[in-house]
């Protein structure tokens, strides 16, 4: 991979939290964890790509994050997740009153675009509008280890490079179609919607 792979057993620098929000447009953030549920399962990895590096965090729920969470609240910074929700979920049970703030999520995009019927797997987004091929083999291997394979790396900073030029496509086309300001409205609404969800509540609007 030509994009530079950092990896952490901490927080991102000071120097490298203030490049970001300061010199950056947005982010693509994704999560790696044991399993489906916030609630019972544990956060692996947080990877944050800016564009140029990959700064992949190996999560201990001992430590400080502060300046992760200083670049989640950003309003000033967006970050781009693919589907939200879940890595919101997990975020925000894991860092207790955080205030994720200015987020999109090509997930949502795509299907504000093609409708709710077609895949809008990251796979097959990528491949529809990239012509890029990502295996997700190793979705499920073991995250918690405390020696990533290669393999397990490149994965993990595949996901959010791929990411990262995903939401150019979609911003563009939610633009040409003239739907970014209900895309806009969804986006606001999700990390309430992730608080609502870790809280039991699914959907709030049904009767």
């Known amino acids: 991979m030509e994009n530079y792979i ?9 120097i490298e939290k203030e490049y970001i929000i300061n010199n950056c447009e947005f ?24 564009g140029k590096s990959v700064f992949i965090l190996k999560y201990d729920s001992k430590l400080k994050y502060n300046n992760l969470i200083e670049l989640l609240e950003s309003n000033k910074l967006r970050k ?21 703030k200015n987020v999109a999520c090509t997930k949502v995009g795509a ?26 083999e190793l979705q499920v291997s073991n995250w918690e280890s405390d020696n990533l394979s290669e393999a397990q790396i490149e994965y993990a900073a595949n996901d959010v490079v791929f990411l990262y030029t995903l939401w150019n496509k979609v911003e563009n086309m939610l633009k ?12 606001e609404y999700l990390p309430t919607n992730a608080i609502l969800h870790n809280n039991g509540v699914e959907n709030i609007f049904i009767y």
Do not use: M, W
Not at 82 to 96: G, M, P, Q, V, W
């Open 6 to 14: 950092k990896l952490y057993d901490q927080d991102i620098s000071d």
């Open 27 to 50: 982010v693509a953030i994704d999560t790696e964890t044991t399993g489906l549920d916030p609630l019972k399962d544990k956060l692996c990895l947080i990877q944050i790509y800016d």
């Open 111 to 136: 299907k504000l675009l093609n409708g709710k019927s077609e895949n809008s797997s990251l796979k097959y987004l990528v491949e529809k509008y990239i012509g890029a091929n990502i295996s997700k």
């Open 80 to 100: 781009i997740f693919h589907h939200a929700n879940f890595d919101l979920r997990f975020l925000i049970s894991n860092f207790k009153n955080i205030d994720i």
């Open 176 to 187: 040409e179609n003239k739907i970014e300001n209900i895309a806009q409205s969804c986006f």
